[in-house]
């Protein structure tokens, strides 16, 4: 124990007070009658005991007057008499051994305690305490009682009730003070900024000021003016585990679960990325970008979550650097505000505030009828082929585009929508030049860039026209990361150069199969059958409602065929076969080109009937001319020299 | 009479001792017989681990907190805000399994500490709070 501390100071006291009871308690056994000194003595008579933890606490009468003098008919509760809560330690009790209606004389320095809430007292500190015996007869009583133990009741306490040091004076408090309590009593701060819902201050104009000024809980009267810059939604992280089912961010509807957030400016140029509500990809996330982009929006009851910084966050400053340098002039910190001041000329930020909602739901109220910002800068939209010319790295584009093939990666186990995958894209810009640069591009789209549905379902049938919003340029590569928003309708102000050039003017084409061609690309081949690999052909039957691959022979007539998809019996299945021709192909003479036809095409076709009739030739087939057809590039090597396709079906 | 008694006594004692110890800072031995009342063997051995600043508030960006305190031989234990918890094994013993005290020890000097200003501060990044909060429950298994 520390030398002069509290505890060695308890120990003493302990020590005294632990002689003194002994001592105490010794007398009254030999001696045998009460004390005749009574000044200070507290004389109660048990009506009710029960247990908490080893404490045992009797609910007593108080009596004014040694009962002795009382008669035992007399011994009627008086409902004047004050009521005490007298406190036992389990030795004590042990000593005394009380029942209810027993008289308990209690001997100072017993200890007194109102409580908060409560008109009965406390009585505590109650280590010299007897018994009073009023009669021969309770004498002999209290010998039987001895015998036979007495059940009292226990009291659980809960652990969930904590101890409140501070004062209550703010019923809002209650609510949520539980991990607010300061540790220094000096500190008032917590009982001091009460809340006034109704009373907000003047509306601010600086994110910065007002970050520095209110510290991490977060400003429940100060509102700050910003700009909507950007719209987005990114995943829901793990964390949010109580709003989903099971631990996969999934919801039954089949949506992702995801999180709005805003890009907002202030007037001095500074950014937050504010998280707000979550919502499922199942939402129209469209609707939130095109009512709210670019209008001017109140802040208030958010709360600080992180303050990042550029080495940190690349993909959130790749779309501030995006947004910079401002379009009009922004306010200069801590100079007063002449419009000479102002200034576009300031080096891009650095470090950034991650905000989120202050607790619970909030609906962002923006006022739709309102002006767009000149601060707001909408995404310049490029053609494919000015995007393909950026010398930069990490470059936030935007741009219209047809999408023509989606190949998905190949794990099963993901949902369709949440895979990563490749687009395959054109706009005029590619397809109308002769040559020099490719006629398609591929698209990356990671797992980390949300979908909404709506563009889920469009990219699987049709050839639909997508706006790809701050997508990210670099290594050669167009990537849709975090902050990357698919659009099928036209956002209402972009700047105008990309207007028409969504218009595809005649039928896509395909770059032709040649010497540069590279894998996991597409392109159109045309040749001769030379070779057909027979050890990899294989034919299967198909549901003809639902396409389904893997038929299962039916437990009950073992001739006919089952779809357990359909749970139905297939009474014509459509034959599926897969084949590998190797074809010449002139464009690009020098290599083995190996097909992989699996779709009721043209080439197909032709072997298609060789096969089911059983009279499968080779050889009737080498030499047959195959038209253009269009192929996904699985791999290119060089030594052998062989390109390996599969044949593909446009969108 | 139902509803509990000690929790609020406890809880009035502790603010008592808080009140005392801003007015004088000297008050306290007024209230080291009443904890000693209340919290029987467990009075001494937390305002040991008061003396010896033992208890520190580790606090979160998102405004968590949690307390760590250092036991007597030498080993780190963790006691929640929001409600009594601790990991020591007296806590499991006393207060879980056999309801024989409200508190142990440590979370008693967690009080102890608060009332008295004696609280040492730490913040942490949320990752880390979350980090220790698992280690917790890693032990345990």
């Known amino acids: 124990l520390c030398r002069g501390g509290l505890a060695e100071r308890l120990c003493r006291l302990q020590n005294r007070e632990r002689s003194a009871i002994s001592f105490w308690r010794h007398q009254c056994i030999s001696d045998d009658k009460i004390p005749s000194d009574k000044s200070g003595v507290l004389i109660v008579k048990i009506l009710e005991i029960f247990e908490e933890c080893t404490i045992q606490v009797a609910i007593c009468q108080q009596l004014e007057q040694s009962p002795a003098a009382l008669s035992p008919e007399d011994a009627l509760i008086n409902a004047e008499e004050p009521i005490l809560k007298v406190l036992f330690t389990r030795e004590t009790a042990a000593h005394l051994k009380s029942r209810p209606q027993d008289v308990i004389h209690i001997y100072p320095p017993w200890q007194k305690l109102l409580l908060q809430n409560s008109d009965v007292p406390v009585i505590m500190n109650t280590y010299f305490s007897q018994k009073v015996l009023l009669s021969e007869h309770s004498e002999a009583r209290e010998k039987t009682y001895g015998l036979t133990k007495m059940l009292i009741k226990k009291n659980i306490i809960s652990l969930a009730q904590t101890f409140r040091l501070d004062d209550l004076d703010d019923k809002l408090h209650q609510e949520s003070s539980d991990n607010q309590v300061p540790c220094a009593p000096q500190t008032h701060n917590n009982s001091g900024s009460k809340q006034h819902p109704s009373a907000l201050s003047a509306v601010n104009d600086s994110l910065l000021e007002m970050v520095e000024s209110q510290g991490a809980v977060g400003w429940r009267e100060v509102q700050v003016r910003v700009v909507i810059q950007r719209v987005y939604c990114l995943p829901a992280r793990e964390g949010h585990r109580s709003h989903t089912q099971g631990n996969k961010p999934l919801l039954s509807n089949g949506g992702m679960f995801c999180r709005l957030c805003l890009l907002v400016q202030d007037a001095y140029g500074m950014f937050s990325e504010v998280q707000l509500q979550f919502l499922s990809s199942t939402d129209d996330i469209e609707q939130y970008c095109r009512r709210w982009e670019g209008k001017s929006y109140c802040l208030a009851g958010m709360k600080i979550l992180q303050r990042t910084t550029r080495g940190r966050a690349l993909g959130l400053f790749s779309l501030i650097d995006s947004l910079w340098p401002p379009v009009v002039p922004v306010k200069v910190p801590g100079q007063s505000q002449d419009s000479e001041m102002m200034t576009t000329n300031l080096p891009p930020p650095s470090f950034c505030y991650i905000l989120t909602v202050q607790s619970g739901e909030i609906h962002v109220e923006v006022d739709e009828e309102e002006q767009i910002s000149n601060l707001y800068q909408p995404p310049a939209v490029h053609g494919l082929k000015e995007i393909l010319g950026i010398n930069g790295c990490n470059e936030r584009c935007s741009f219209w585009a047809q999408v023509l093939y989606r190949r998905l990666q190949s794990k099963h186990s993901v949902p369709v929508d949440q895979r990563e995958m490749l687009l395959f894209v054109t706009d005029s810009t590619l397809q109308n030049v002769v040559h020099g640069i490719p006629k398609v591009v591929a698209v990356s789209v990671t797992a980390s860039c949300v979908l909404s549905m709506e563009v889920t379902e469009a990219l699987s049938a049709g050839s639909p026209l997508v706006f790809f919003k701050d997508a990210l340029w670099g290594n050669g590569r167009i990537i849709c990361v975090e902050r990357t928003v698919l659009l099928l309708q036209k956002p209402l102000l972009c700047s105008a150069a990309g207007a028409d050039l969504s218009e595809l003017t005649g039928p896509v084409r395909l770059d032709e199969l040649d010497s540069t061609t590279q894998a996991n690309s597409i392109c159109a081949l045309r040749g001769t059958v030379v070779g057909v690999n027979e050890s990899t052909a294989f034919s299967w039957p198909t549901c003809n409602r639902c396409g389904n691959g893997k038929l299962e022979l039916c437990p009950q007539d073992r001739e006919l065929l089952y779809c357990n998809q359909c749970s139905e019996v297939v009474t014509t299945p459509v034959l599926k076969m897969q084949l590998e021709v190797f074809l010449s192909c002139p464009s690009r003479s020098q290599s083995t080109v190996k097909v992989k036809v699996w779709h009721e095409m043209t080439l197909f076709v032709l072997l298609t009937m060789l096969l089911f009739l059983q009279t499968y030739e080779v050889q009737s087939v080498l030499g047959k001319e195959v038209g253009l057809l269009n192929c996904y590039v699985h791999s290119v090597t060089s030594h052998p020299n062989c390109v390996v396709l599969e044949e593909i079906v446009l969108l | ?141």
């Open chain 2, 1 to 141: 009479m139902d509803g509990s008694t000690l929790p609020a006594v406890a809880e009035e004692l502790l603010r008592e001792i808080k009140k005392a110890f801003q007015e004088t800072s000297q008050g306290i031995d007024i209230f080291s017989s009443r904890l000693k009342f209340i919290f029987g063997p467990s009075a001494v051995p937390a305002l040991d681990l008061v003396d010896q600043r033992s208890v520190t508030r580790l606090r979160a960006p998102s405004g968590r907190t949690l307390y760590q305190v250092l036991g007597s031989s030498g080993k780190l234990y963790t006691c929640y805000s929001s409600c009594h918890f601790c990991t020591c094994p007296a806590f499991g013993f006393s207060v879980l399994q056999k309801s024989e005290s409200l508190l142990c020890k440590h979370i008693l000097a967690v009080y102890l500490s608060r009332a008295m200003g004696a609280c040492q501060e730490l913040a942490v990044s949320e990752e880390q709070l979350t980090n220790i909060l698992l280690a917790e429950e890693e032990d345990e298994g």
